[in-house]
């Protein structure tokens, strides 16, 4: 079986997580900012896009050489052979990317890559210029960085967080893919409880039960490789048929609550279409009244984050509510994410760590506060 140099995509700062998800699939990988690179067959593309909860794509380097003029850029790419890789209807978008490269306007170095293999397919395909771009989808991508350029296939298509079972709402939920990085960098395995006390849409809850149950985060969804003519179907087939047989039953129990009925409505469904409904248990309880017998497990929860003054005003009471109320379950580790500074002030507590991360382009903290005495480091 042919084997392809792949690499992972992920948000700044889960590199590391993403790293590791790799290594516990069994490989050995080799990171760089916002990609971890590792080896694989036809089989591990579907394995890696199946089961990374944190990662965004998965895509193959196809080709990487030093770019420092277009006519390089154009030979390079007219060089490959495209007509191995695309078939003479493939629809094949081609994003630009260039960063500190001289070679740095994007959409020439868009529309030379793609003007190269069409000229290439043309010429192998004997179609005098013309290419339907009727058939399914192979999206491709340039990226230069440092004049180094990259062409690489993307096998995921819609990015990882689009696990299929969120429905829209108007609030402003966690990316599924974001959550679990979150959950993946705190020591939750599923053996301890889990509590969100403000679960909004549930999304750090399901991500907990997928993660607790063994539940493979791609269970539901169609991946660009699908429509790969070259790609064996059946890999995809088996892979979620072994990914089904090898789900648990929950260990230890998650709790998730919220002081809005209405947007706990949207986290059962959202749960019930990921199937873990019957393993989350969801109550309306204000911050403030949050009361539990659990103990030795794991909080984490996204306050909301005020951008206005009055909202910021009001976000700060909350969190010093947070604090009268989380700060003695000492046994408990805590993990809370805001990109409001005065975070440990109003929470009265200052953190163990502070990791920092990228909420889309919005600059947050994942603040952690470690149980006092227990194993969750
Ligand atoms: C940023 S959202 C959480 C989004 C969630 N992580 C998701 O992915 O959908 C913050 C949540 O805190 C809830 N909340 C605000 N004040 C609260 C309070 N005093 N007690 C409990 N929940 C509260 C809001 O209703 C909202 O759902």
Not at 158 to 182: C, M, Q, T, V
Request: with cysteine.
């Amino acid at each position: 079986m042919k084997e392809y140099q792949l690499y992972a995509t992920m948000g700044a700062g889960f590199e590391s997580v993403v790293a590791k998800e790799l290594n516990n699939l069994g490989y050995q990988t080799q990171t760089e900012n916002g990609r971890v690179f590792f080896k694989g067959t036809q089989a591990d593309i579907v394995k890696t896009n199946l089961w990374l909860r944190s990662a965004d794509r998965i895509k193959i380097l196809l080709k990487e050489f030093k770019a420092l003029d277009f006519d390089t850029l154009y030979n390079e790419v007219y060089d490959y052979d495209w007509a191995e890789l695309l078939p003479v209807d493939a629809k094949f978008p081609v994003q630009g990317r260039a960063v500190k490269s001289k070679l740095h306007s994007e959409p020439d170095v868009q529309s030379i890559v793609k003007k190269a293999i069409v000229d290439k397919m043309t010429s192998e395909y004997h179609r005098r210029g013309f290419l339907p771009e009727s058939g399914n989808e192979y999206p491709l991508d340039v990226h230069i960085y440092k004049n180094k350029a990259r062409i690489s296939l993307d096998t995921t298509g819609a990015s990882l967080f689009k696990r299929g079972y969120r429905i829209e709402h108007g609030g402003a939920p966690l990316k599924e893919n974001f959550a679990a990085g979150l959950l993946l960098l705190t020591p939750y395995n599923g053996t301890h409880p889990l509590i969100d006390p403000m679960t909004g849409s549930g999304t750090l809850a399901i991500e907990a039960a997928l993660i607790a149950k063994n539940v493979a985060p791609g269970t539901w969804r169609k991946f660009a490789f699908d429509g790969f003519d070259w790609f064996d179907p059946q890999l995809h087939k088996d892979a979620v048929e072994e990914a089904k047989s090898q789900v648990k039953e929950l260990e230890a129990p998650i709790w998730a609550s919220d002081i809005d009925q209405s947007i706990l409505e949207v986290a059962k469904l959202n749960a019930h279409n990921a199937g873990v409904l019957q393993d989350i248990r969801f109550k309306q309880v204000a911050v403030k009244d949050f009361a539990t017998d659990l103990e030795n497990g794991i909080i984490v929860a996204n306050p909301p984050y005020g951008k206005r003054l009055k909202d910021r005003k009001s976000a700060e009471v909350l969190y010093q509510q947070m604090g009268e109320v989380f700060k003695p379950l000492s046994s408990f580790s805590q993990y809370y994410l805001t990109a409001d500074p005065n975070f440990e002030k109003c929470f009265g507590k200052k953190a163990t760590k502070k990791r920092k991360l990228f909420n889309g382009n919005l600059r947050v903290d994942f603040y952690q506060y470690w149980a006092d005495k227990n194993d969750h480091k």
